[in-house]
């Protein structure tokens, strides 16, 4: 569904025009929440619900679970693109993730990450030196014989 990056810009009043080939998916709403990684995530409805039970079914009587529900829960919004598919990205958000001026619009298939431009280099520096290792460790480049699976 949500493929490629884009870098787009945030105008003077906080609005963020999301790419014209994502649109489809998220004419009737979406949610913005802070992600991992120091980045946002922006959700369909079906996303959003998926990994809201995801985290609802986590025990909360354990720190860390409520933690997660903090982070996840707390700052997110819902809200419509308009009609030139821009959303208002709010100021808690904004800084949380860095955001000033160039965000990266990063599709990852079910969900969508916005970083700042700084950030995202950065981690995509880090992420081209290791995804060998990273993908040997989750075996997704052999499969069970040890051959290459892809």
Not at 12 to 25: E, F, M, S, V, W
Request: charged share 25%; net charge negative.
């Amino acid at each position: 569904m949500f493929l490629g990056h884009v870098v787009h810009t945030i105008d003077d009043k906080n609005r963020l025009a999301i790419p014209a080939r994502y649109r489809q998916y998220l004419s009737n709403g979406v949610y913005l929440t802070k992600g991992a990684d120091r980045c946002l995530y922006l959700l369909t409805q079906e996303g959003w619900s998926k990994l809201s039970e995801r985290i609802l079914a986590l025990p909360s009587l354990q720190p860390d679970a409520r933690r997660l529900q903090r982070h996840f829960f707390a700052g997110a919004d819902s809200m419509v693109p308009d009609k030139l598919g821009r959303i208002i990205i709010p100021p808690a958000l904004r800084e949380y993730a860095g955001l000033k001026n160039e965000v990266v619009v990063a599709g990852l298939q079910t969900r969508i990450e916005l970083w700042s431009k700084e950030a995202w280099e950065d981690d995509e520096a880090q992420a081209d030196a290791e995804t060998t290792s990273t993908a040997a460790a989750f075996a997704l480049l052999t499969d069970q014989s040890g051959s290459l699976g892809i």
